[in-house]
């Protein structure tokens, strides 16, 4: 197996390239001074272009066709086997593209980002227009190059972030969803609303970030291993399994942003603290996909962090935190309003219950967009009449509307579904976890997450990149990815908050 260890040393120099970029971009979130942004691109440019010629150069390809033909008489499931079709993968992607369309892009992408931020400041649909016409033509580009199957150009797109899914797989889990969640919708909103105004007192930011390090701690995120800082964009990156960053945001009078914002990052951050330390700086130490990713994100801040188990051992440790605003406050009106549902026209303010359909808006309008059934001067009205349709209300302006994400400013078609999929695959993964240990529920309920977090250690997080994420689920529930387990998730909490039968 002389060329597959030769192959790993190489990977792992890349590895190495590609971490100290994301230690830029960490830094350049957290702490770089406004002034050194110019410098910073020069500095991401040069090094992103070095870990891309080392991976698609002639050596890697050597290495990894003498590799294959070492390991073609291994078992499919070994590590080794495993661990080249993660490789080839990549390598057959990031090769399939021409230098001159990669580059196309990421100009396209560069200034498309500058654009869509002024359009939004305005709220200016007029002026993104072009640029996102510009970047979905670049994007079908991509996609005939990456080759797909059946006519299906967004299954191109699709499976570079959720590796192995088809379109037709997400069409047919959010056609089971829609009806179910739309219903809920309309239930709710005619019922007795929440008030959550106890969340909106005076919170001192100093004692958010005491409070949200103490909870990231009680979960199980490593402080040898990582580390929580503030950034304008929460977010979770890893310079390796044993380096794992997240940040958080804060807002004095909204404690939900900072508190359920840490939840989410923490777990994203448990996942990749979490790989198999005998993988570690090997290409089996990734997520599995985005997908499988949010899940681990969504499962720690909504499914744990927003139950009322939850709160029943943590509000009394908040109240040491903020013994002003919490003093009148008990588990129950906190449950209540840390769940509060009220559709909005943001994503990232959704709820648990709404969040999914605005999801299902943008995979319908990238899919017309990019098959040319939608043109892109129709997509305001569109996006207005299908935020009426599922959650009864329109934007004041499309900043507040079709111009609200930065993805598809960054010619990111195909990533939206991922979030759904996650958030249903947390509740799938929860209900085989119960069942799995029955015990977890008691511990929970005395604030211990011991046994959860090893039962996802040992089916989700270890198993890193060994498995698709379809395999992987399937392998972990029994069955395919499916959307009832989420739907009765919200059913039975849901029903019980708002009084529904
Ligand atoms: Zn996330």
Redesign the pocket.
């Given at each position: 197996m002389e060329n597959y260890q030769k192959l790993l040393a190489r990977l792992a120099e890349i590895g190495h390239v590609s971490s100290s970029l994301a230690v830029l971009g960490w830094d350049q979130q957290c702490y770089m001074p406004t002034g050194g942004a110019r410098e910073r691109a020069e500095q991401f440019a040069t090094l992103g272009k070095i870990a891309h010629e080392m991976f698609t150069g002639d050596e890697t390809r050597a290495l990894l066709e003498g590799a294959e033909s070492e390991a073609a008489g291994l078992a499919p499931e070994s590590d080794e086997r495993l661990t080249l079709r993660v490789v080839r993968r990549s390598f057959d992607q990031s090769s399939k593209l021409p230098t001159k369309l990669v580059q196309d892009l990421a100009k396209a992408e560069a200034i498309g980002h500058e654009v869509w931020v002024k359009a939004r400041e305005t709220s200016n649909f007029k002026a993104f227009a072009p640029t996102l016409e510009q970047l979905l033509d670049l994007s079908r580009q991509k996609a005939e190059h990456l080759g797909y199957e059946g006519g299906v150009l967004y299954d191109a797109l699709l499976d570079q972030f959720e590796p192995g899914m088809k379109t037709a797989e997400v069409e047919r889990v959010f056609g089971e969803l829609r009806p179910g969640l739309v219903g809920l919708v309309q239930e709710i909103a005619a019922a007795p609303q929440i008030d959550d105004s106890v969340l909106k007192r005076d919170y001192p930011e100093e004692n958010q970030k005491a409070f949200a390090d103490f909870l990231v701690a009680k979960l199980g995120f490593d402080f040898s291993r990582g580390r929580q800082d503030k950034a304008v964009h929460p977010f979770c990156t890893s310079f390796g399994r044993d380096d794992v960053r997240i940040t958080t945001r804060y807002d004095k009078n909204w404690l939900p942003c900072a508190i359920m914002g840490s939840i989410?990052?923490t777990g994203?951050a448990l996942y990749e603290q979490g790989f198999d330390a005998k993988d570690a700086d090997t290409p089996l130490a990734n997520a599995a996909g985005l997908g499988v990713?949010?899940s681990q994100?969504r499962l720690w801040e909504n499914i744990i962090g927003r139950s009322r188990n939850f709160w029943a051992v943590y509000l009394p440790e908040a109240k040491k935190h903020f013994k002003a605003s919490l003093k009148d406050v008990d588990v129950e009106t906190f449950y209540r309003a840390i769940n509060k549902v009220e559709p909005s026209t943001i994503r990232v303010e959704a709820d648990e219950v709404t969040y999914n359909l605005h999801i299902m808006l943008r995979f319908e309008l990238e899919k017309q967009m990019l098959s040319g059934q939608l043109a892109v001067k129709d997509v305001p009205e569109a996006w207005n009449a299908k935020m009426q349709e599922y959650l009864g209300i329109q934007p004041s302006d499309d900043a507040h509307g079709c111009l609200q994400d930065v993805h598809w400013s960054g010619g990111m078609f195909g990533y939206f579904p991922t979030y759904a999929l996650g958030t249903l695959l947390s509740a799938q993964l929860y209900d085989k976890a119960l069942r799995d240990e029955p015990g977890i529920e008691a511990e929970l309920s005395r604030g211990d997450f011991g046994s959860l977090l090893n039962w996802l250690r040992e089916n989700v997080h270890k198993p890193g990149a060994r498995y698709l994420p379809a395999e992987l689920v399937e392998r972990v529930c029994g069955e395919p990815a499916q959307s009832r387990s989420y739907l009765s998730y919200l059913r039975g909490k849901f029903g019980q908050l708002y009084g529904l039968n």
């Open positions: 989410h990052e994203h990713h949010e994100s």
